[in-house]
């Protein structure tokens, strides 16, 4: 595991973001939040994008729902859209931005963030590189466009190993942010690589002995689990996959139970898709040692759940807050992001 170094200057302009007037904020009285929505995407010829973990209620107004990788293509294929409003966290509000620039992309609230995105800032990036300059850098998308702008690589839970067997075995490979998934493409794939040391805080929730517990008392239920998890858990896990590949997987396998490693968000889409499957919220660390900024009892993610109907009726009537990133940045960030959209 690297040493995150302390910060440099960012090579790079950092991203603009259009701050929301408050004054501009109220929503009417009495209005019907859902039929207002509608409307107003209508007005705004707008494409609603909205992630797996976004509150139930989004989901079912959106356009599109799906995982970091269908949401990219989502938002680079939107041709016939004025603006993207994306439902998710920053970073990938950005990415949105990166690839649909001629688009307006607003983000409901624009401080929903990531722990991930977080852990590995740009300056302390830029400043390791610059230390190991022959290093290829993969980073997973959970990161700022100021942070992708210094990779070789960008990939998602759903590509990451196919990502890494594209890399020439000559290469010495940097994975950030994210040390479990890191840790597991390692498991998978064989290859040796640095990892940065980020962390969801949301999968570091999870208590692999309490799943234990579980899966004891449900025997005959799948444990199954994003790779954002700890190895102590992925390691009782008869599944691991990338949001979509675990919602495919509910739908798909004969099993009638399933203890599903993740944010919370996606039973929504599951209960529909699988609505006579048994779905089992894996018990989480409410100790001391929980990871940092978690909700205290669950495996919600505060950051998607800044989002609300509110926020998002607000942002397509007043089109704020927006992403705005600067060219040079864009188009440095869109260059490892188009490769990974690249491969077949
Ligand atoms: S669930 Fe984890 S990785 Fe996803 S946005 Fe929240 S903090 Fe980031």
């Known amino acids: 595991m690297v040493n995150a170094p302390s910060l440099v200057t960012n090579p790079f302009s950092p991203p603009l973001a259009v701050p929301h007037d408050p004054k501009f904020c109220a929503v009417p009285p009495g209005i019907d939040l859902l039929e207002a929505i509608v409307q107003l995407k209508k007005e705004r010829n707008a494409i609603l994008l909205a992630h797996y973990y976004q509150e139930g209620d989004i989901q ?10 269908e949401l990219s293509r989502r938002a680079r294929d939107a041709k016939d859209a004025s603006v993207i409003c994306f439902c998710g966290v920053h970073f990938m509000a950005e990415s949105a931005k990166c690839l649909a620039p001629d688009k307006i992309v607003i983000l409901p609230d624009l401080e929903a963030g ?7 800032p740009p300056e302390a990036l830029a400043e390791w590189k610059r230390r190991h300059p022959d290093y290829t850098i ?3 998308i959970n990161t700022s466009a100021a942070t992708k702008a210094l990779c070789d690589w960008i990939c998602t839970s759903s590509n990451a190993e196919k990502v890494i067997r594209a890399i020439p075995e000559n290469e010495k490979i940097l994975f950030v942010p994210d040390r479990h998934l890191g840790d597991y493409l390692i498991k998978k794939t064989g290859r040796k690589m640095e990892l940065w040391p980020g962390s969801c805080i949301v999968h570091e929730t999870f ?15 799948k444990l199954i689990a994003h790779p954002e998890c700890d190895a102590s858990v992925l390691e009782h896990a008869e599944f691991v996959g990338s949001t979509s590949k675990l919602l495919e997987f509910v739908i798909t396998d004969p099993a009638a139970e399933f203890i599903v490693a993740t944010e919370r968000g ?3 889409e599951m209960r529909k898709r699988a609505p006579g ?17 978690a909700c205290a009892s669950c495996n919600e993610c505060p950051h998607m759940r800044r989002n609300t109907l509110e926020k998002v009726y607000l942002a397509l009537r007043d089109l704020q807050p927006r992403i705005e990133i600067g ?7 869109l260059r490892p992001l188009e490769r990974m959209l690249s491969l077949k």
């Open 138 to 140: 993969v980073a997973y």
């Open 327 to 333: 060219e040079e940045l864009r188009l440095a960030a």
């Open 60 to 69: 079912d107004i959106a356009d599109f729902v799906g995982d970091s990788l």
């Open 207 to 221: 208590n692999a002995r309490k799943i234990v517990a579980l899966k004891t008392r449900h025997p005959g239920a």
């Open 114 to 120: 990531c722990s991930l995105a977080e852990a590995c």
């Open 266 to 268: 996606i039973l929504h």
């Open 277 to 293: 499957k048994i779905l089992l919220e894996p018990p989480v660390d409410t100790g001391p040692d929980a990871a940092k900024g």
